[in-house]
């Protein structure tokens, strides 16, 4: 501890001096990191406030990716059915073909129409993005959470669109001895009544049917999930504008404090300077 003893003017200076000092420390950091809160010894409340905003935002930012990849299942998905859709109207097209071909011409197109028949099956198969497959399987199922902080989340079955199961189990059930040949012994089988051609096309219409309302569902969901990842997108840029909001320095304000307080510190500089000179004014009557 100092034993020098200095007068009150001086003491009032060197007292201005050392708390523009340390306000002009405070305004230079400020600047140079672009934060007014770089921890929870600026302050605590703001620190642990901007904080929190921010844990949220990275949580909400992996949830976001999760929905992005989502949306890439659901439009694999999509985009099968929709390759399904024709590979079935070509399955049509062979069928109406039929009515008016021979014997021989009927047993080429029962062999493309088996061979287009098994291209559908293994389509839909390899409709897969990341190890999930929503439409070869009634098992399978997308789930997205997207919050952490509510129970909010989306359940989306996968659905079993296979020929066994849209068309095949159709046409056995529907139409006539006649056409169980066309399935399992060839359209040269079949007898040239056109109604057996047309009750088959009229099953593979109705597979189609219920490939475009599948289609349809999973569309639909495509879309209110491209409408949650913008509102997470904006939501992310939200709590991250208000994390700033606490945190992030005006450099303009900054700049004007740092200004000011040079100039306050000449002034304290000189104002010491004076005090010190009148104490040795005074000295000097001493001599």
Known sequence: MSDIILGTATQQNLLALQNINSNLDTTQGHLASGLKVA???????????????????????????????????????????????????????????????????????????????????????????????????????????FSNATASKLTIAGQNLLYSKVVTAGLISKVSNAAKNLVTKGFSAVSNATSVFDTAFQSLQNAINSIQAAAQSIGGNVTFLQTRLDFTSQYIVTLQGGASKLTVADVNQESTNLVTLQTRQQLAIQSLSIATQSEQAVLRLFR
Request: glycine share 4%.
């Open 39 to 145: 921890s929870a010894l600026d302050d605590a409340v703001k620190f642990f406030q901007a904080q929190g905003l921010d844990n949220r935002a990275g949580d909400l930012s992996l949830r976001k990716d999760s929905i992005d990849q989502g949306i890439s299942s659901l439009t694999t998905a999509v985009n099968a059915t929709q390759s399904a859709i024709s590979v079935l109207q070509q399955l049509q097209g062979i069928l109406n073909a039929a009515k008016t071909q021979t014997a021989a011409q009927r047993a080429s197109s029962a062999k493309q129409f088996s061979t287009l028949a098994q291209q559908f099956d293994t389509l839909l198969n390899d409709a897969s993005y990341q190890g999930l497959n929503l439409v070869n399987s009634s098992k399978s199922s997308l789930t997205l959470q």
